[in-house]
């Protein structure tokens, strides 16, 4: 062992710290999300909170945390109840893409949680959308947008706020700083 390998490890304190509260966020919210949301009366369409999730890292903590989050919580998910497509690392990959160049060439002194919920909302529509289309392999009913989408966007759209505050919180912890606002 020579002088430069003392005192290295593979992973600093910092990372074994996000991967276990990112972890640790992602089983309780993927958990709900596949498990407890959908046997629910209240909530007419499951809400995809793990969006929600990924949305708040990005901001918080930056996109590559975001980025090793969404393949991780994507693979999770598929896990844990998916349909047989199991395209969830893909659709949270490309969100998390999708929202960082949003934030750096469209909101880049704007950008807040509250004010990319709408493009996040409206991605997860268009994902569903698409899931829909390839499931049925017909374009969908019209109704789909009332019955489906819009439930499903007010359900996310909710049930994300509490989740930003959580990872919010965790950032304090993770000693991650953003310039991002609520």
Known sequence: MNKRDTGRSLFSQNTVKRIL???????VL???QC????????????????????LAIALLDGEKSAAVCAVAAGFFID?????????SPLIYLVFVAFISIFTKKVLKSLASYLLLLMP???YRAAATYLCILITEGTLPAPWVFVDILLPEAIATGLLC????????????ALLTHSRFTF
Request: hydrophobic fraction near 60%.
């Open 21 to 27: 509260i990112y972890g640790i966020i992602t089983l």
């Open 30 to 32: 993927a958990s709900a």
């Open 35 to 54: 498990a407890f949301f959908p046997i629910l009366d209240i909530c007419p369409r499951t809400p995809d909170l793990i969006m929600g999730m990924l």
């Open 79 to 87: 896990a844990l109840g998916s349909s047989f497509l199991a395209l």
């Open 120 to 122: 996040m909302l409206v």
């Open 161 to 172: 706020i509490p989740v930003y505050f959580i990872l919010k919180l965790c950032s304090g």
